[in-house]
């Protein structure tokens, strides 16, 4: 048992070690008894035993993947945390090709047999929606034989993303450089952000951003080239299961219209205007003669509000008072002793995330230092926690784990109304004002304008492979200055190195058309945070009901009956309306 009460305590998972490799054991076993079903999903014995061992199996599979990825989070630099976080990669990768030729026998037997059979055996009632999307996208499941030679190549379809990771982390290589002080300073990928925020003189901001750039433009061809591989992967999926683009092939899993990726180009690109403005905001208050991209982190105002970890929390709390209880409950079980990880140490993966679900309790990594911002950061993670919690109350195990669809709303709903919270509170100064307006405009271009430039570089990118178009760094960069110059109204030209951006984002290469769903669930939590603040009548039960529905049902449906409709553009249009309320109030303040 963990004594601090600042660490995680993972003991609700295993008590020792021997409990873990207890249950990796299992999963080999119930791996090579999975595999042993092949052809018998017919007899309905066999078929009702074999679907509750994949549930079993799911549920072992959740549990280990959190313990194995949960301690090597807590210290990276140790060989053995990593080395039993690969053990279970390992186990999943023998598990995905043993059990591949389930769904080619699924799709034999039908979907009317499988439901009666559902429905004589009421504990696998939770199949149904698995199934209902597995029929939804039948054309598109091969043969027995074919699905198992795609499962041995399934490893190859990341190789892109295991190379860049081996390129920008395992082999990153700092580099320092001497600022107009005389200060020799090392410059990576974590820490160049916070020098920009220190540095008042242009030309340290340059050289700094150059610094850490060159080692992208050192290896753009090497990147080119993983990305490509990623691409010829995309493209050997859409064929292979015959899909029309790469696009529908990434979003008909879930049945998202491709109308609702083109809705968010089209809105971001037409309401690009605020971001500008804000741009031109920023440039005449912070008197610079021009507005580079990498002065997007200097801070337009000073706060001087420090926190100590509990005061976050009951800031935070307090905040969520006029919420109902139930919703309060669930927030203060989400951030109960050991189920947080707190403070930053040495090793220890940055950032933050909420992990849990599919029968596993939700538990929260963050690296408090004691900022606003680190309030903001507990919220946000609180509400990933609170929507698992509400999803394993209403869900059964195998329906609990939602998309990552939705996964942003609950995060996003938070920091709306935490940020409500204090400007209304009267306890700002005027600058802790600003600083507070501007974290939400830069909110709103990072997670909405900024997302959906990159989702659009990805649309073309991939437009470009599916023509049989040649993919370098060139072609690549110049689809990034052509961007830059729509969204921001920057000549990312003028900034040495910086059409190389794309080097730089790990989600490109690691989840390709991944990044557009923060948009989305920035633009339906946005939606439905105003219908909440404005007393829209069961507006706050609708979206209660959104959290309570977990994995149960398409994305695109869970948020239409939360009151969102994003296959219009009315909701995209309502994230840039909002942005220049803000950017005027900005305004008025400066």
Not at 19 to 32: G, I, P, Q, R, S
Not at 99 to 120: C, H, M, N, Q, W
Not at 373 to 396: I, V
Not at 548 to 569: F, H, R
């Amino acid at each position: 048992m963990n004594k601090n009460k600042y660490q995680w305590d993972l003991s609700f998972l295993y008590q020792n070690e021997e409990e873990f490799e207890k249950d990796c054991e299992k999963l080999k076993e119930a791996t090579k008894k999975a595999a042993s079903y092949q052809g018998k999903l017919h007899e309905e014995n066999a078929l009702c035993e074999y679907l509750r061992l994949e549930k079993e199996i799911e549920v072992t599979l959740n549990k280990v993947y959190s313990y194995a990825s949960g301690i090597a989070d807590l210290d990276r630099r140790k060989v053995e945390s990593n080395a039993r976080e690969a053990k279970v990669e390992a186990i999943l990768q023998d598990l995905i090709r043993a059990t591949s030729f389930a769904d080619p026998e699924y799709l034999k037997l039908g979907k009317e047999y499988l439901d009666g059979v559902i429905k004589r055996h009421s504990e696998l009632q939770e199949f149904d929606f698995a199934f209902q999307k597995l029929f939804d996208g039948a054309s598109h499941v091969l043969s027995a034989d074919k699905e198992a030679i795609l499962a041995n190549y399934s490893p190859l379809s990341s190789v892109g993303g295991d190379l860049y990771s081996t390129l920008s982390v395992s082999d990153y290589l700092p580099k320092t450089c001497t600022l107009s002080d005389g200060k020799e300073v090392t410059v990576t990928v974590s820490n160049w952000t916070t020098l920009m925020r220190s540095l008042e003189k242009a030309e340290d901001r340059k050289l700094v951003f150059e610094t850490l750039y060159r080692f992208f433009d050192e290896r753009k061809n090497t990147y080119a080239a993983m990305y490509k591989a990623s691409l010829d992967a995309q493209l050997a999926t859409m064929r292979n299961r015959g899909y029309s683009s790469i696009l529908e092939e990434h979003l008909d899993g879930n049945k998202i219209p491709t109308s609702v990726y083109e809705s968010l180009v089209k809105a971001a690109h037409e309401g690009s205007a605020p971001l500008k403005e804000y741009y031109e905001v920023r440039r005449k208050a912070l008197g610079l003669t021009k507005h580079r991209s990498y002065d997007r982190f200097l801070e337009l105002a000073k706060t001087n509000k420090e926190l100590t970890y509990e005061e976050a929390k009951e800031l935070f709390y307090h905040s969520i008072e006029r919420f109902d209880e139930d919703f309060q409950k669930k927030a203060h079980q989400a951030t109960e002793e050991g189920k947080v990880d707190v403070y930053p140490a040495e090793g220890k993966r940055s950032g933050a995330y909420s992990s849990g679900g599919g029968g596993i309790a939700p538990h929260i990594l963050l690296n408090f230092q004691g900022t606003l911002e680190d309030a903001f950061t507990l919220a946000h993670e609180a509400g990933h926690s609170t929507h698992t919690l509400y999803a394993m109350e209403a869900q059964p195990i195998l329906k609990q784990n939602y998309t990552i669809f939705v996964a942003e709303i609950a995060s996003t709903f938070n920091e709306h109304n935490l940020l409500d919270y204090l400007l209304k509170s009267g306890t700002l100064s005027k600058e802790d004002k600003i600083a507070l307006l501007q974290k939400e405009c830069d909110e709103i271009a990072a997670t909405f304008y900024r997302q959906t430039l990159f989702a659009e570089y990805e649309w073309r990118a991939a437009q470009l492979a599916e023509k049989g178009e040649p993919i370098n760094y060139e072609v690549l960069s110049s689809i990034m200055k052509e961007l830059y110059r729509d969204y921001y109204g920057i000549d990312i030209e003028e900034e040495v190195y910086k059409p190389l951006v794309w080097c730089y984002i790990p989600h490109l290469f690691y989840t390709p058309f991944y990044v557009y769903q923060y948009a989305t669930s920035f633009a339906t939590s946005l939606e439905l945070y105003r219908r909440v603040k404005e007393g829209v009548p069961n507006s706050f039960e609708k979206y209660k009901g959104l959290l309570k529905s977990g994995g149960s049902a398409y994305p695109i449906e869970q948020v239409k009956n939360a009151g969102v409709d994003l296959t219009s553009k009315e909701p995209f249009e309502a994230v840039t309306k909002r942005m220049a309320e803000l950017v005027a109030e900005l305004k008025e303040l400066l």
